[in-house]
Each structure stands twice: as C-alpha cells, then as structure tokens.
C-alpha cells in the first residue's frame, strides 16, 4: 500500500496558512514580546472589549468549542496573558486579562486591523479573490457535505467495514479486560466463569 500522505491537496493551503501565521508571529518577536502567538490575539481583544467571560462564553463569541478554548486559556494563562478569577458563584471562574496583556491590547488592535487590511490587498492583487473562493466553497458545501463527500469515496474501498468491526472488537475486549483487573480476585474469576458458561448455552 503506498503512503496517502504523499499526496494531499490541502498540504499547500496549510503552508500558506503557515507561512502568514510565522510572518504575524514575526511581528510580535521583532518588538520582542515573549509567549504571544497569533492564535491568541482573537481571544484577548474579546476579553478586553466584553470583559472577563467563562471558557463557555468565550468559545461562544469565538465560534470555538469548549475543549479548544480550555487549551488555549491554558496555554495563555503559561505565557502569563491570562488568569483566572472567581466568578458569580464558587464554582464558576471568569478569564481575565493580566497587566502584561492590557499593555499590548493597543498593538494587538493594531496588528489585528494592519494585516487585515493586507489580507485586503492581497486579496485584490489575485485574478481569483481568496474571498470568493470561500464564497464558491461553501455554497458547494451546502448542496454535499464535506463528510458526505468523505463518506461517498470510503464507499468504495473494500475491507474498510471489516477493519472497523476488529476494531470494535479490540476495544471491547480490552474494556473488559480493564474491568475484570479492577475487581476482586475471586470476582475476577466468576466474571469469567460466567463469560465462559454463556458462550456454551
């Protein structure tokens, strides 16, 4: 079987995206500011301009999940962005700016509407603007998913079904091996009487 990854046409996309994220970063680096990542600039400014919100409320204003936004609010409370701060009711806690990021909120606001607006003229110096391909991809979306496409191809690959139910097998035998060690030694070995007995009737 050869190797899918060797061919993808989304690899050069996601070096481009790259390649503009490491030319922001180089922004933040050239006015040496440790720890400040590109991906934490959309965050920050919401929490200056709404205050402090719960991961919850975050994520929502971002369009993010709450499993992503966790890690990130971790990784910019370790860069020293932000902290955490008791919220309505003990069990709540609200993400707040720290004195190292409030002083960057006017570079960041900065940042944020320069390389938008060279995005802008980017966008204007190519035959096929960026911005209509988004337009023409999510109308095309919208007639078939992007999982639909996905599933429709796996379609046709023999042997996939199969593999997939190994699979299942091999974690369900493994759960129960995980739940048989953590019993007892002699309800252990009644579980798998029992297991046995049943297979027999």
Same mark, same amino acid.
């Given at each position: 079987? *050869?190797?899918?990854?060797? #061919?993808?046409?989304?690899?050069? @996309?996601?070096?481009?995206? &790259?390649? !503009?994220?490491?030319?922001?970063?180089?922004?933040?680096? *050239?006015?040496?500011?440790?720890?400040?990542?590109?991906?934490?600039?959309?965050?920050?400014? +919401? @929490?200056?301009?709404?205050?402090?919100?719960?991961?919850?409320?975050?994520?929502?204003?971002?369009?993010?999940?709450?499993?992503?936004?966790?890690?990130?609010?971790?990784?910019?409370?370790?860069?020293?962005?932000?902290?955490?701060?008791?919220?309505? *009711?003990?069990?709540?806690?609200?993400?707040?700016?720290?004195?190292?990021?409030? #002083?960057?909120? $006017? !570079?960041?606001? &900065? $940042?944020?509407?320069?390389?938008?607006?060279?995005?802008?003229?980017?966008?204007?110096?190519?035959?096929?603007?960026?911005? +209509?391909?988004?337009?023409?991809?999510?109308?095309? @979306?919208?007639?078939?998913?992007?999982?639909?496409?996905?599933?429709?191809? @796996?379609?046709?690959?023999?042997?996939?079904?199969?593999?997939?139910?190994?699979?299942?097998?091999?974690?369900?035998?493994?759960?129960?091996?995980?739940?048989?060690?953590? #019993?007892?030694?002699?309800?252990? $070995?009644?579980?798998?009487?029992?297991?046995?007995?049943?297979?027999?009737?």
């Amino acid at each position: 079987m *050869d190797d899918p990854t060797e #061919k993808s046409h989304w690899r050069p @996309l996601y070096e481009l995206l &790259a390649r !503009l994220d490491a030319d922001v970063a180089r922004i933040y680096t *050239d006015r040496r500011i440790d720890g400040l990542k590109p991906t934490y600039v959309r965050e920050l400014l +919401q @929490l200056h301009y709404k205050g402090p919100l719960t991961i919850t409320e975050l994520a929502e204003v971002t369009g993010r999940t709450h499993s992503a936004l966790s890690q990130k609010v971790a990784g910019m409370r370790t860069a020293g962005l932000v902290r955490t701060v008791p919220g309505a *009711d003990a069990r709540s806690k609200r993400v707040t700016l720290t004195a190292k990021s409030k #002083k960057l909120v $006017e !570079l960041l606001a &900065a $940042e944020w509407s320069a390389t938008d607006a060279a995005l802008a003229e980017l966008d204007a110096e190519l035959p096929y603007p960026l911005t +209509q391909v988004v337009r023409d991809l999510e109308a095309a @979306l919208e007639r078939q998913s992007f999982h639909d496409r996905i599933t429709a191809k @796996l379609a046709g690959v023999a042997g996939l079904e199969d593999a997939a139910k190994l699979y299942g097998a091999a974690e369900a035998e493994g759960a129960a091996k995980s739940d048989g060690a953590a #019993k007892p030694e002699g309800a252990a $070995e009644a579980g798998g009487v029992a297991k046995v007995e049943g297979v027999g009737e």
